[in-house]
């Protein structure tokens, strides 16, 4: 027994990971970028989204949840993705590529227009079933992250922490880390108890988050 609080992600038994495989083995598309509450997409489908800072991942992790390069843009310059995102996974299922937070270069009138679609989007959303929040393995819960995490609390949707670039992190930072990611999820009501760790890059983690989305009702 992991007697730990928020333990890392156990792989799913295999009837588990098959509903992940073949879930995501569907046609993924992108369906439209939202800027404003009245563009969202009928609410006609579960949905979850991914959030967390510029430059973390997460576009990186939608392709490679999908199995498709190219699908949510994925670069190097930070807050490149500026518009809720929506891409379809087989008919079931939407996954929404959120604007990347702290990006210290933006002006204040677009990151307040942000935050407010941000909010309205996370609390008025039906069918928005689990928010993934993703942290850089190498950096921990940034105070950025944390207000993201308050928000969350106050809208009533579950969030779970997605360490991403596992491949980047040393072995002897790791542990360190974790530590610090599990005391600042502990101060949110929201958080799920369950922590993936991820590389883009490498797939780890990937069947693992794959099987968690299929089993959302
Ligand atoms: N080594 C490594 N690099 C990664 C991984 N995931 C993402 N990256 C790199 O990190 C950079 C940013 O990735 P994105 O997926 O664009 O990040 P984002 O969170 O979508 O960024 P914004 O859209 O700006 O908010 C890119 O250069 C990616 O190649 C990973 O698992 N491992
Ligand atoms: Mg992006």
Redesign the pocket.
């Known amino acids: 027994m992991n007697a730990l609080p928020f333990p890392l992600a156990d792989d799913p038994d295999p009837q588990t990971q098959e509903r992940g495989r073949k879930l995501f083995a569907g046609q993924s598309e992108f369906v439209k970028g939202v800027v404003a509450m009245s563009g969202l997409p009928p609410a006609d489908r579960i949905e979850v989204c991914?959030a967390?800072?510029?430059?973390?991942?997460?576009?990186?992790?939608?392709?490679?949840l999908t199995g498709t390069k190219g699908l949510?843009?994925?670069?190097?310059?930070?807050?490149?993705?500026?518009e809720i995102n929506f891409f379809t996974q087989g008919p079931e299922l939407y996954l929404v590529?959120?604007?990347?937070?702290g990006?210290a270069n933006a002006p204040l009138p677009v990151v307040e227009k942000w935050q407010r679609l941000l909010k309205q989007y996370l609390s008025g959303r039906q069918t928005l079933r689990r928010a993934f929040v993703?942290i850089d393995a190498r950096h921990g819960v940034k105070p950025v992250d944390a207000e993201i995490m308050k928000l969350l609390d106050t809208s009533a949707v579950t969030f779970q922490c997605v360490l991403?670039?596992?491949?980047?992190v040393k072995a002897k930072d790791r542990a360190r880390v974790l530590d610090q990611v599990r005391a600042a999820l502990a101060r949110h009501p929201a958080a799920y108890p369950e922590i993936v760790l991820?590389?883009?890059?490498?797939g780890?983690g990937i069947p693992v988050l794959r099987s968690i989305i299929a089993t959302l009702e």
């Open positions: 991914f967390g800072r510029s430059n973390v991942g997460k576009s990186s992790l939608i392709n490679a949510a843009r994925a670069s190097n310059t930070p807050g490149r993705t500026q590529d959120l604007p990347g937070y990006y993703l991403t670039k596992a491949d980047k991820t590389s883009s890059e490498k780890d």
